[in-house]
């Protein structure tokens, strides 16, 4: 059966892996302009919401943009129409065109753009580079009859609970004895009312991001038999995983600079780019930023990277990298394009998943303002 999903259900699957509280406070992401309430028979991804890109959208029918840079970043005090901004926002909606920014959360998530630039670049053994968001933890334990152990075991896993590293469905597991008493009106999976039953049970503990809670524990009393499961929630003071702006990584072998400005070019297709020469001439250690690399200068000489590679420096910025000896490799705020083909991958994956027939396309237009001449 053929369906096509709605907005709504398309963002959900964007915010499941780049959920809103990541952004940066004040980051205006989410809907810009348009309704979510309506069914997308295509949904293209933009890097930036240019009029060329909205031609675009409207030519080839789309009804959702999902776009890393917001269209309005800066609070407007009207829409003039004569203006590029004002017929950009009349052409959205004139042909009923949504458009929602997924930015900063997409910056921050460990499925997002500065994962995808770190791989393109073959970092391993890659870290966050400055942190803005640390998950919670919790601990579950719950208590289940033995025969049903390792279903509610698998339900947790699966929903999330033990993920820990490499390793998934991480639980312990300890036997006891537990009592109740059914009382009137319920319909105990085991035992009579009025009667006080023992039954050989098992807790299984695991551990689990404050994030998925409601989740877990949804999946857990579906897959448990009674009708009161009990369980525990506790909150941890261990740390939970760090997610943040820009990752910090080693290259799979050491380069000379020039060597690596190659493969700077190679990896994100740029033909030209401006280098700010520090002191180290051989390169092991990097870091990226996608965007706005200035405030990321120190983060990347504390960390001990050999260079940064990002998209924007400010001159006195780059005076300052160079005084301090790091070397900067401003490849453009463009390379962040390849956003593009990686979130319509994980989209059209899960609206596959789900057997939706929503079609998701990437916008074709270069939207670098920047020609070398
Ligand atoms: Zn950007």
């Known amino acids: 059966m053929s369906k096509c999903a709605s907005a709504q259900y398309i963002i959900s699957l964007l915010e499941s892996f780049a959920p809103k509280k990541l952004a940066i406070e ?10 979510l309430n ?14 060329s890109v909205v031609d675009e959208a409207i030519e080839g029918k789309v009804d959702l943009i999902i776009a890393h840079h917001p269209l309005l970043y800066r ?27 997924a930015h900063t959360n997409l910056d921050v998530t460990s499925l997002g753009v500065n994962e995808w630039l770190a791989d393109q670049l073959q970092l391993t053994s890659t870290e966050v580079l ?12 719950v208590f289940v009859p033995r025969t049903h152990e390792d279903q509610v075991r698998f339900a947790i896993g699966n929903a999330g609970a033990g993920h820990i590293g490499n390793y998934s469905h991480c639980s312990f597991s300890s036997n006891g004895i537990g009592t109740f008493t059914p009382l009137e009106g319920t319909t105990p999976f085991i035992g009579k009312q009025g009667e006080l039953e023992r039954v050989e049970e098992v807790k ?18 579906k897959a448990h038999p009674y009708e009161e499961v009990a369980y525990d929630l506790y909150p941890l003071l261990n740390k939970g995983e760090e997610l943040g702006i820009g990752k910090i990584g080693k290259l799979p072998k050491e380069m000379g600079l020039q060597e690596f400005v190659e493969h700077v070019k190679t990896a994100f297709g740029v033909s030209h780019l401006r280098v700010i020469k520090g002191k180290n001439s051989i390169i092991k250690k990097v870091a990226v930023v996608g965007g706005d690399g200035n405030k990321y200068i120190y983060p990347a ?6 260079v940064l590679v990002t998209g924007d420096v400010y001159y006195h910025n780059a005076h300052d990298a160079q005084e301090e000896g790091l070397t900067i490799v401003d490849a453009g705020h463009h390379i962040e394009q390849i956003m593009k083909i990686k979130l319509k991958d994980i989209l059209e994956q899960k609206l596959k998943n789900n057997k939706y027939e929503t079609v998701v396309v990437e916008s074709n237009i270069i939207t670098d303002p920047f020609t070398f001449m």
């Open 204 to 221: 299984i503990e695991s551990i689990l991001p404050e994030s998925i809670v409601k989740v877990v524990v949804s999946a857990m009393k």
């Open 75 to 101: 609070p407007l005090k009207k829409i003039d129409i004569s203006t590029s901004k004002g017929k950009v926002i009349e052409k959205l909606i004139k042909n009923d065109i949504t458009v929602y920014a």
């Open 38 to 51: 309506k069914p997308v028979k295509k949904v293209m991804i933009a890097l930036d919401v240019l009029e």
């Open 301 to 306: 000489l504390h960390k001990g990277a050999d």
């Open 130 to 141: 400055s942190t803005t968001y640390e998950d919670k933890l919790v601990k579950l334990s």
């Open 26 to 35: 004040g980051d205006p992401i989410g809907l810009q302009v348009g309704s």
